[in-house]
């Protein structure tokens, strides 16, 4: 009699799997389903993000060419083109590039502006710090000190990429506005600092002499003076300047 009932019992349980199962086919069925198009749409994405990036830095490669072959003009408005749109790391490149340019043609707020932008796009610390690095040491010359010491101050830390460079840039900063001390305390670091280069501390140490010898005190005065100056005239071949052209008779 105990075995019949096993049976019936067995039977029962069977039958609510069964039931169970049934029940519960459309939602396995469903998360499969969900399963499977997560995938799909994480390759779709992955591909399409891929290929971004892939014509981003082949027209990033012609743009470069472009600005060796034809002038920073043409170049100028390929690199804006860019700075709008793809990949965040190659606008980023594109708009320092920009500031680059700006840069040389001594435009330099403008320049500025585009070296901040990038580094607020810049998909990673290395290539923020890099822009931030040349907005401040496009402001050097200009810039009054409190200025500079808050853009570079930043980027001395201990885990920033370009904490040398930045320290060096902070302590010419200082040299240039006056304060001998401070910069004199920051050479000697900068020329015992394992991770510097022997270039930096070779400019340390030349540094140490001149604030020493007593010339460093010229220097912001030379700085100055420099910024006055007019851009110079660029000249064709074989152009003479102007107060150099032979004159008619």
Do not use: C
């Amino acid at each position: 009699m105990v075995d019949v009932f096993d049976e019936v019992e067995e039977q029962l349980r069977s039958d609510r799997y069964k039931t169970l199962a049934l029940k519960s086919l459309p939602v396995v069925g469903a998360i499969a389903a969900v399963a499977v198009l997560g995938v799909g749409g994480w390759w779709g994405w992955t591909t399409y993000e891929n290929n971004r990036v892939a014509k981003a830095s082949e027209a990033v490669q012609a743009t470069l060419e472009s600005y060796e072959k034809e002038g920073p003009t043409k170049a100028f408005a390929q690199f804006e083109k860019l700075s709008k749109e793809g990949n965040a790391g190659y606008r980023a490149l594109a708009l320092m590039q920009m500031g680059g340019i700006r840069l040389d043609e001594r435009k330099t707020a403008e320049a500025v502006r585009y070296f901040d932008e990038a580094a607020k796009i810049a998909p990673d610390p290395v290539m923020g710090d890099i822009a931030r690095l040349k907005s401040a040491f496009a402001l050097m010359d200009t810039a009054p000190y409190q200025e500079i010491e808050s853009r570079l101050t930043p980027l001395t830390g201990e885990k920033s990429p370009y904490r040398v460079q930045a320290k060096e840039a902070l302590a010419f900063a200082k040299l240039q506005a006056g304060k001998s001390a401070d910069a004199r305390g920051d050479f000697v670091v900068l020329s015992l600092l394992s991770d510097a280069s022997d270039e930096t501390r070779q400019r340390a140490q030349a540094a140490i002499q001149m604030i020493d010898s007593g010339s460093a005190k010229a220097l912001p005065a030379a700085v100055k003076a420099a910024a006055a100056l007019p851009p110079p005239v660029q000249l064709a071949p074989g152009q003479l300047p102007p107060g150099l052209q032979p004159q008619a008779r």
